[in-house]
């Protein structure tokens, strides 16, 4: 992008096409201030980040973050990003402007509010969650100082500097996020899938609303945290049984029982008097044609033409200059009047239903933005330009978005991955072991000849009951773990004597081991196995038979074996012999 540099204009700042005003606030990174744009006049908010200090304070993952994820949002509750400018020493980022404050001062200003106006800001918050988790974006540090008013007192979630995509098959772990809003698992330090942290934020913030104060606080830390993971908090008389019902299933301490978005929805005092533009299942309006008056309204402010206008918002770049000021009229007039045609205004600008070279029905102009399918809604939502023109073939279906958690057992560890190890030697499967309960493996397609490649994984969910999670992995970390051609450990498909692993150094004449013993082994075998994985220039193979545990006694069939404790009290056997497996 080409560098603007900053210029005087009548005395004030002026950044590329927007006059710079009053500081409407200062942030870590930067002040935020009040802009207008120089030829449509409309106001917009214009964060300044130094270059310098992001890279001092190491928060350059952050802004990117922000940026990244508000650039691929469109959603009338959700702070919109319209342009990035650079220059040598900042970066600007031109973002909507809203007057109404934070949702927190509001709070703090006038206490506690009303049943039906919390009902109303909190089902525009929901929606707006709920747009980030379909774009698998999870926020991760919602909380009133984050949700912003506008005039008309509509909530607008912004500061998207913590969020987090989502990948199918993995898990978060980092704790974010404002200690009187995080759910257990994220000050515990646990694996959480992601949404559900979102949802016990809600859950609080709902609170806040409909209480004026917060349902978890305490000025020591510890003891916040306490409160926190015990879950309990105290429902004032004057709520209604339905909301405090509601409160209850989003500030469920299991994240497995926590109330899910659709759960929400379905809730009888979240769907009172709900909106259906917060949920649209089968939208009238076509988001994907042009408005005339605005492209018109641009050439009178550009002096420029129609084509170069249309060439601009079909070119994909969201820098440009007109395509900037055509979303910047379409969104405050959208803001003036529905929010329900707001919502479908431009989305992920990643593609659309008009595919390349397809003609368009006469005097229809395909806008090259527009907000793609909601996933997992209404069978009967389809194109708006299939009315239009039922001779063209039809768009392929969006595959319903799933979120897949791996396949979840109340077995003992050492049986589930037994299992596992099993059923990849009746597949024919390579492995490699990572440790103990995390394995990279591979499979040769027979008719194809193209390899299948997985991470698979082991996780405790809770006191009883575990979850094998699958991941497919590219070439450079299966080559990063030795499956590498021409690796220097040989490699047998299918066969477990394949794998070579060191040698545990027990006496092969014992009848039986003693767990302290093998518990006393099992440090510097660890250690061997780990250098093992690093790819050593030798190796022994090593195979075991049968395993059976009894009177605390470990009697396994050698002589050679190799064995990993999972506890003092179990035996995990981590390879597999020629006939038999535990």
């Excluded at 499956?483 to 150094?505: E, V």
């Amino acid at each position: 992008m080409a560098e603007r540099q900053q210029q005087k204009h009548e005395g004030r700042v002026k950044i590329g096409h927007y006059i710079l005003g009053d500081t409407l606030g200062v942030g870590t990174f930067g002040k935020v201030k009040i802009g207008e744009h120089q030829l449509t006049g409309h106001k917009v908010a214009v964060k300044i980040l130094n270059r310098q200090k992001i890279r001092s304070l190491d928060v350059v993952g952050k802004i990117k973050r922000e940026i990244q994820n508000l650039k691929l949002f469109r959603h009338p509750h959700i702070i919109k990003l319209y342009q990035v400018i650079s220059t040598p020493t900042d970066f600007f980022m031109v973002m909507e402007y809203v007057s109404g404050g934070e949702l927190f001062d509001y709070i703090c200003k006038y206490g506690r509010v009303e049943d039906t106006e919390a009902r109303r800001l909190f089902q525009q918050i929901i929606s707006a969650v709920d747009y980030c988790h379909r774009h698998m974006v999870v926020h991760r540090d919602l909380k009133p100082e984050n949700v912003l008013l506008d005039a008309n007192k509509n909530a607008k979630i912004a500061d998207f500097g913590l969020s987090n995509m989502m990948s199918d098959g993995e898990f978060l772990r980092t704790s974010c996020g404002s200690p009187n809003y995080a759910a257990p698992e994220v000050i515990s330090g646990r694996l959480y899938a992601g949404p559900e942290v979102d949802i016990w934020s809600c859950g609080v913030i709902l609170y806040a609303l409909l209480c004026g104060s917060l349902p978890f606080d305490d000025e020591h830390v510890p003891t916040l945290f306490k409160k926190i993971r015990g879950g309990v908090f105290y429902i004032p008389e004057y709520l209604t049984r339905s909301v405090a019902s509601l409160l209850m299933l989003m500030m469920q301490v299991d994240p497995l029982k926590r109330a899910t978005i659709k759960d929400i929805r379905e809730h009888e005092w979240f769907k009172q008097d709900l909106p259906d533009y917060l949920f649209p299942e089968d939208p009238s309006y076509d988001s994907t044609v042009l408005d005339e008056e605005a492209v018109r309204e641009v050439c009178e402010k550009f002096e420029c033409t129609e084509s170069e206008v249309v060439s601009s918002l079909y070119s994909g770049d969201p820098q440009d200059q007109l395509a900037v000021a055509y979303h910047l009229i379409i969104d405050n007039r959208r803001i003036m009047t529905q929010a329900s045609e707001f919502y479908l205004a431009s989305s992920p600008p990643q593609g659309s239903f008009i595919e390349e070279g397809m003609p368009l029905p006469p005097g229809v102009k395909a806008h090259p933005e527009r907000m793609p399918p909601l996933l997992a809604d209404s069978p009967k939502s389809r194109c708006p330009l299939d009315a239009l023109n039922t001779t063209r073939p039809k768009p392929l279906a969006v595959k319903k978005s799933k979120w897949h958690l791996g396949i979840r057992s109340q077995s003992r560890p050492y049986d589930i991955m037994a299992e596992v190890y099993r059923a990849m030697r009746q597949l024919n499967f390579d492995w490699k072991v990572v440790n103990p309960y995390h394995l990279r493996v591979r499979r040769k397609n027979p008719v194809t000849g193209n390899l299948v490649k997985m991470s698979l994984q082991l996780y405790q969910v809770d006191s009883r009951s575990y979850l094998l999670d699958f991941k497919s992995i590219d070439d450079d970390i299966i080559e990063a773990v030795g499956f590498k051609s021409g690796s220097s450990t040989p490699q047998r498909s299918g066969s477990a004597a394949g794998l070579y692993r060191p040698r545990l150094s027990i006496d092969s004449a014992s009848p039986g081991i003693d767990l302290p013993q093998l518990s006393s082994s099992l440090p510097g075998f660890l250690s061997e196995l780990q250098t093992h994985a690093r790819g050593p220039k030798q190796e022994q193979t090593v195979c075991c038979t049968k395993v059976s545990i009894f009177n605390s006694k470990a009697v396994l069939c050698l002589p050679t074996l190799s064995v990993t404790l999972n506890t003092p009290v179990y035996v995990v056997v981590t390879c597999v012999g020629a006939h038999q497996l535990l």
